[in-house]
């Protein structure tokens, strides 16, 4: 059966094909999560710009940043709606595929936010193409100008990252994946399962508080308040429509012709970039920035960080990890009883949905107090702070059950609500700052009510085995 | 060697503070004092509700006897058979002096030894309180369907009975509106002091007797009097030979009509206020609304004193009782008055701390706000199989006010109780951890209060109705107290709430102060204000005559009347559409298929333009804070347009297809205080202007306007626990038995506190809620 022979090598390409798309939307997940936690590190370490640095414009670069952070959140939410409508579920990892695959634009690093943090953000945002100046800046540079612009950008972002690395752009992986996307031959209609629609996440759900995607009435400017995007897709169109409407909006802009109304990433951060590119602003941002750490952590001896000594701050450190995880358990949570046809498992996904919300403002605040906290013990009023480490501290990835995520809901809520405890009762250097005291009295309480609640929740749901 | 005498300080002024006292309702004894506080360990528990110092007055000799703290605080009496007794609020009023000080002016309170110091004795003050309750009156439009009650000019120290008297009224027939009493100073207690005790909280009917045997009955047993003759022209001789009192207008197809009879009817709003004859509402009965002739004891006034040639004066009101103590709206009278005192903006100069405090302090009233309503009912969501049309919430009225069909606000399965609560809570958390609060842009601008937009109707705070019939703004200054926090990353997070000092020109902490014995429901931050009406007053009144020369309407943008000795255009039927070039109409925006961010232009037959008129609160504000005695331009539609609302903005000036549509006058905006003080100017409200656009009787307040209006006022979800399924149970404040299921409000559905049982046993039914449970049927003991 000659036959047969090739058409289990076509069948065995088709795999392959799509194990790889399986893969790029992964790794293209991961890369919207990374950066989106990256910038708001960068983000959150302008406060210290802000009010200790006397910088009064880091309040608009502080802006910008926040903005793009919080679209890269809708973007990442698309991306994990095309997974889902390809058969895949959620991913929440940030790191789990090599770094030496050519897609990552740079290696992860927490840093604050200096000149040459910024070109490395804006040449991973940056159209490879472009060959014309962004229109966002106030004095925006000729083009013979933009020539010299981007190399000094380049060798700026080239500096930042290392010189084992060589910055990229994201948006080759957007042009691998709809390479995949677009061509019928390469990509089986079938994989598409247009069920998964209302499954997926929507704006709806998603996109509180924040404006939608425009679709054609008004021209969009980086002063702007984010635009969030969340595609629903149930066809293999609709799949590329929606990448291709956060590509544009972030990381390529030339998927979108003519050039998108929004304001991309890249004409964001370049707004950044041209600010403190001017005389003597980089230099004292950063002197002030040499204050904070790059790549925090609550664990000694590991290459390339900065471990915070004092014990207040780490213990706060490692309560901003804890709620940092809780945080993507509960997107990933959401998500799934989002999808469920279950209607016992879909009762909770309004709650799992403020729960995410509210764990996004726990990590914001958490940042905020740890980049005012002292990084060593002797540190002086004006010495080196600390900052909050973004370490995934548990996997990302939920258990097999609901009644098993709600176990590890509680698990990881009743330790939040310890690690509280052990800072409201502790003294001396094993004490977090003062300022820090209000809040986590709030958050024990909260913490004791959702305690409350997901007991209640688990006294409702059938035992394992069940409801599987 | 003697001293020589030093001459005591020269008063300058006097004040009464604080300068707007509310007076609750109640047939019990005065409540006792006390205040809330925020437990610092446990800052999410409802407010601490704490005892404080409290008089005992001789009711022979009007001295004060004795202060103690009582160990609790009873707020209800059971006293036996099933009969209750709330305890009535009766606040204290302090006379204050403003004094020369070598530090600068000083404000102290008035005491025996400064009176002394001055020559004076007690009894050369002289008080004057004048009360009315015009809420027929305003409905009628008759000025003889005032009722007033006058004490003048007292410096003994007994009880004086304020007696309301109305020329409508059969002869002999009063309406007690409670009574007033100048203290009398002792050595122990030397201040001065005054004190309103309101009415019992009765209802009042009319001369002519009902034909309906079951409303006869009623009535029999309800009604406190019959003081009311009916004008022989209004006895209607139909099918019933009923009385049909006073009415809402209706055309011949039964939809209201303002010209359905021969004479503009100046309508309220909302149009229901008052008590009719069986079935209500009238909105669901062919909007036949036959009143029952009913008055109530509520009122609002003026207490003046004179001393010496100085005077001072506070305002009075009597209202319902604050059924949820330890909670507090998201948008109280005092926010509105701040803004007046204040200004729409935070003072630069505000010290950090004492803005987050405030900022803390509107958060922590937002999540005391929701955890009262049943979010996923207001939402507009089915309950129970019902369709959300036929429940009262305000997508239910948004889609009946615009015509189209109702949608949900939120993502439907998206919203619940106690998850927004804790969300609400968690931004609070944030602000406590001086997180910069990025929740400012969810804030609904007071320009967008009829942008029914998804994005629109999302905006904090949702789902509760503001003064101008839409969906509810902060003020202007709540609003830039949370951007100026939002603004100021990585500052300090505040100690606490910080209280202003009392001085002469902090008008604000004068408006703030309780007097000592006064219970914290009497202050204007226990009191909603902002609301379509409101329940302690209608605070929507105050700025009717605020432009000298004409008198609005409370709740849009139409001249009522006009002074010609001011004005010498005729403005009546005129819209006002802008106070200075801030424009006092915006637009009612809808969803667009084509562009979910933008909405387009939302008009109705009813409504072509699709204009909503803003209220007026926020739209004086800049007007209030910049030119409060000088004159401004104002303009307004160049013909009288009585019934539609119509569109202006600023550019169509410049417009000369739309030049003609509007004319300009130039008219002085009235001082808002009288002189230094926080005392409302009596040229914005005459005695009984403050709560004419209230129901009559009150009753109606808590059954007509539902659930959703003013939560932590007016409670809609209590008893709330968390089910097996992480969802939010409890039941219906008004619902009879507590079975743990809430039951969808209904008007008709007897499992739920009715019209005639708040209206007959409103001290039974009206249940006080204490840390969002019901208290004690018998005692509220804390």
Known sequence: MPGALEASAAEAAASSVREQLLADLAILAEIEHS???????????????????????AGEWQQQLLTVAREEMGHLMTVQNARRLVGAEPTFHREQFPYDNPFYPFPMAFEPLTREVTAKYVWAEMDPRLDQPPRPANEPPGEADWQLLRQQVYEEAKASVGQRHTPGHVATLFEAVFDLLADPALTDATWFDPTTFGKQASWDAWGKGLRPHPLDSELDHPDQPPHVIVEQMGTRTEALAGLRLIAAQGEAPHFQQPRPPLASHFDRFFRVYYEISRPRVHERLAAVMSRLPTNPTTVRGVADTTYIEHPGSRRLAALSDLRYHLLLVNLGHALRTGASEDPIVRRTNGYLLQRSFADMFNVKTLAC?????????????????????????????????????WQLQRKLNLASKALCEQLLTATGIEAPPASALPYLRTLRQLDVQDDERISAILAGLPPDGVDE | MSETPTAPPTIKSLRILPPFAIARLGSGAPLDSYRVEVDEERPLDFRTIVPDTTFVVDERTGAITSSFVPDSITFREEVGDGTFHIRKVAPFLELWAVAEAPTGDE?????????????????????????????????????????????????????????????SFVPGGTIPFGSVRYLRPTDEFPEIRFRFTPADGLIYGSDVEEQDPDLRDWEAKHLAGRPYAVPKDKVKDRATDTWYHWWIPVDAEGSEDPWSGRDFQDETLPA????????????????????????????????EVTLGGLTAAARITAGPPALVPDALFVRSLADDLEQVIDGPEVDPLEPPDVTLARAEEIVRRAFETVRFMNVAVMNGEPVQGRPPLSLDTMPAEEAFDTDRLMRPVMAEGTVDTLSVMALHQQVYAALRGGAAPWFVRLLRSPLATGDFTDDGRRRMPALMCGADGNYLALTYRQIDTIDRVSREAGRRPAAGSVAPSLTPRNRTAQMHHVAVGSPFSSSPAAAIANCCPGLEVDFRAVWRRVLEGITLREYDNLVLDVDPAVTPIDLRGHRLLAVGGVSTVSRMLSPSPADLAAGVVLRSNDNPEGVVSLEWSNAFAEVLSTQQGTTVQCTFT?????????????????????????????????????????????????????????????????????????????????????????????????????????????YLDDRLVLYDDLMGEWERWLRFQVGGRDADSSREDL
């Open chain 1, 35 to 57: 950066l989106m936690v990256q910038y708001l590190y960068a983000a959150y370490s302008l406060d210290v710009a802000i009010t200790v640095g006397n910088f009064p414009q």
């Open chain 1, 369 to 405: 107090e740890l980049f005012r906290a002292p990084l060593k013990i002797d540190s002086t009023a004006d010495g080196p702070m600390a900052g909050p480490p973004f370490g995934l501290t548990g996997s990302p990835d939920l258990p097999a059950s609901d009644r098993a995520c």
């Open chain 2, 272 to 303: 229901s206020l008052f008590a009719i004859v069986p079935p209500a509402p009238p909105w669901l009965h062919d909007n036949v609304a036959v009143s029952r002739g009913y008055f109530d004891d509520a009122c609002d006034g003026i207490v």
């Open chain 2, 107 to 167: 404000l102290v309170p008035v005491t025996l030894s400064l009176l002394d110091d001055h020559g004076w004795t007690p009894e050369d003050l002289r008080w004057t309180v004048e009360v009315a309750n015009r809420k027929v009156q305003r409905r009628t439009g008759l000025d003889a369907d005032a009722v007033t009650a006058h004490v003048r000019e007292i410096s003994d120290h007994g009880p004086h009975e304020l007696v309301g008297t109305s020329a």
């Open chain 2, 638 to 746: 160049s013909d009288a347009v009585w019934e539609d609302r119509v569109w202006w903005e600023r550019e169509d000036a410049a417009d000369p297809h739309r030049a003609d549509a509007a004319i300009q006058v130039e008219l002085k905006v009235r001082t808002f205080f009288d002189g230094d003080s926080a005392f409302i100017s009596r040229a914005l409200a005459e005695p009984g202007e403050l709560t004419q656009g209230l129901c009559s009787p009150w009753q109606n307040d808590f059954r007509e306007c539902s659930c959703y209006y003013w939560a932590s006022a007016r409670p809609d979800f209590v008893n709330v626990e968390t089910t097996a399924g992480g969802r939010s149970e409890g039941d219906n404040w008004l619902q009879k038995e507590r079975t743990g299921t809430y039951v969808p409000d209904d």
